[in-house]
Antibody
């Protein structure tokens, strides 16, 4: 059974960089045809797609966040990571890591989510 | 404002049928991209209910069904149960944004 687990600081100061890691167990992150991505939900708001990385290493980002986002993969550790720079209070959210098998299949596996608060 | 438009809330009595709409555009549904639906309970990760417009993952009751036509999609829930009270989201791919998009979410209340 595939499992995804987010890890990283729960509190980040304004203007700094938010860094989260997703550890994948029960399967290989190098498996073909899968997208590994990040989705967030600010308090009281809906889900927002942040971006994803294909097994081949190509990335796609939400245009509204593109200038601040980097998603990378470490296949040796079976992990992928999110970096979001120059954060503000508007970036406070529950961050989920997730797997999607192509755009015709939906997100079938999710991490439990981790709350990141941006505050001084 | 979300690229995919959902009603903020819907409600129904136990046993009834409810539908949740999701309106897109020519750059997502109209371009042939599929819609997926999720159920989200507070404090948990969203759960995939419908993928590829009308397919149910293993374990999802057949009370849940999905459809898509043109630039609109809908999720139907029959035999409404108290445990169905949750937030529901639609998702698709948008070619003008070159990425995934979610609807704003619909809160289902079971009366």
């Amino acid at each position: 059974q595939l499992q995804l687990q987010e890890s990283g600081p729960g509190l980040v100061k304004p203007s700094e960089t938010l860094s989260l890691t997703c550890t994948v167990s029960g399967g290989s992150i190098s498996s073909s045809s899968y997208y590994w991505g990040w989705i967030r939900q600010p308090p009281g708001k809906g889900l927002e797609w942040i971006g994803s990385i294909y097994y081949s290493g190509s990335t796609n980002y939400n245009p509204s966040l593109k200038s601040r986002v980097t998603i990378s993969v470490d296949t040796s550790k079976n992990q992928f990571s999110l970096k979001l720079s120059s954060v503000t209070a508007a970036d406070t959210a529950v961050y989920y890591c997730a797997r999607q098998r192509g755009y015709s299949y939906g997100v079938d596996y999710w991490g439990q989510g981790t709350l990141v608060t941006v505050s001084s | 404002q979300s690229v995919l438009t959902q009603p903020p809330s819907v409600s129904g009595a136990p046993g009834q049928r409810v539908t949740i709409s999701c309106t897109g555009s020519s750059s997502n549904f109209g371009a042939g991209y599929d819609v997926h639906w999720y159920q989200h309970l507070p404090g948990t990760a969203p759960k995939l209910l419908i993928y590829g417009n009308s397919n149910r993952p293993s374990g999802v009751p057949d009370r849940f069904s999905g459809s898509k036509s043109g630039t609109s999609a809908s999720l139907a829930i029959t035999g409404l149960q108290a445990e169905d009270e949750a937030d529901y989201y639609c998702q698709s791919y948008d070619s003008s944004l070159s990425g995934s998009v979610f609807g704003g979410g619909t809160k289902l209340t079971v009366l």
